[in-house]
Every structure is written in structure tokens, then in C-alpha cells.
């Protein structure tokens, strides 16, 4: 269900099909994230979820994969 929602924000946020997002996409490399767009996504995450991403926490998130371990261990 984590999984599922991720890739949906994903998706919306990069524009880019469902089916293209696994648990290994690179959120920087596949998707082309900067550092902005990655300031978007852990609001957008962290609105969905109704958590806290701290700062040091999104240095450690580089696969899509990494959000939905930090959401499951933070929900």
C-alpha cells in the first residue's frame, strides 16, 4: 500500500508513467530529480503520510525504495 502511493506521487510529480516506477528507480538518475524537486516530493510525502522527513534523513533517500522503508518505519 506504501508502495503503491509512493510511486502514485511519483508519478504525478514527475510526470511519468506508473508502470516505469520499481522499488530500484533512482529518484536523482531515473527520474531526474534536483535538489527541488526533491524538497517537493518530502513535502508531498510527508502531507500523504502525516510525518515528519528531517533534514538529514533525505540525504539517505536515493531509490524509491528508501521512501517507502522510511514511511513504514515512520507511520
Same mark, same amino acid.
Given at each position: 500500500m506504501v508502495l503503491e502511493k509512493v510511486i502514485s506521487i511519483l508519478s504525478d510529480q514527475f510526470d511519468v508513467d506508473e508502470t516505469t516506477i520499481?522499488?530500484?528507480t533512482l529518484i536523482a538518475d531515473d527520474l531526474?530529480? #534536483?535538489?527541488?524537486d526533491v524538497v517537493d516530493l518530502v513535502m508531498s510525502i510527508e502531507d500523504e503520510f502525516e510525518i515528519e522527513v528531517p533534514d538529514e534523513a533525505i540525504?539517505?533517500?536515493k531509490t524509491?525504495? #528508501?521512501?517507502?522503508k522510511?514511511?513504514?518505519d515512520h507511520t
Open positions: 520499481t522499488p530500484d531526474g530529480a #534536483d535538489s527541488l540525504e539517505g533517500i524509491v525504495n #528508501d521512501i517507502v522510511f514511511v513504514e
